[in-house]
């Protein structure tokens, strides 16, 4: 299930919940707001077990229910101390409560699939090849300096190593699984055996890394495995070749999961 699904089901949910609790019980108001926005949070909840989407994810979730609950609440009052028309205050509150809503799904959209080509190619100049995510290279922090370093270093010494790596089964327009193999070649062609290969997903944007994919060696100088993407959205796949416990290539690319 998609955020957006989740995020615009639940919120239905929340609707169909408090309107049958109101018709089929003579609970107080507040009791069935709680419990409207409630239990449709405790479902996201378990649906998300061993899938955890990030503590924005959650926060959105979390923000919306509550929030559709709070507003069913506050118009349920007002509906019964004044038959007539609604008041355009709690009208004002309202609309501002669903366009919060929307906007966030709209962040959470582009934040997992990027920005939308049309709209890309109306405000962004070269529009067809629109990249709205970027993680870098180079952790921050304190220890900034020393790491550019390093990454400085490394560069200079997978250029030394003269290796030839080619990745085969990484389609920028990714499947669900797929089949990925690497096959890594010295400077003068030959296959290169015992390295530690392994993949890393990542969110673009994203500070941290999912657990590392290990690819087994299946043949001589190739290694592979099945690359399960965890959800659709833009991902950034790194591959990572260590040899004797050293960090000797790196190479990331970006695939998107329809």
Known sequence: MSTLASLFGGLLLVLVLYGALG???ALPTALRAVLA???PLI?????????????????????VYLAAGLILYMFTLYRRRNAGSLHWIP?????????LAIINASLLYI????????????WLPHGDTVNSGFSGVVAHGQEAAKAV????????????LGWRVEINGLLETAQAHQRISVKVLDRTGLPVSGLKAELRLARPGAADAQTPIPLAQIAVGEY???????????????????????????????????
């Open 149 to 160: 370093s390093s990454e400085l270093t490394r560069v200079y010494s997978a250029a030394q």
């Open 111 to 122: 934040s997992a699939r990027g920005l939308p080509r049309p709209i890309a190619r109306l």
């Open 23 to 25: 018709w089929v019980t």
């Open 37 to 39: 926005s409630s239990l």
């Open 43 to 63: 479902a996201y909840f378990i649906f998300i077990l061993g899938r955890w989407p990030g503590l924005d994810v959650v926060a959105i979730h979390v923000s």
């Open 91 to 99: 009208r004002l509150l309202i609309a501002f409560f669903v366009l």
């Open 224 to 258: 592979g495995a099945v690359l399960d993407l965890p959800a659709s959205g833009r991902w950034l796949i790194e591959l990572r070749l260590m040899q004797d416990e050293h960090l000797s290539y790196r190479e990331s690319r970006e695939v998107m999961r329809p």
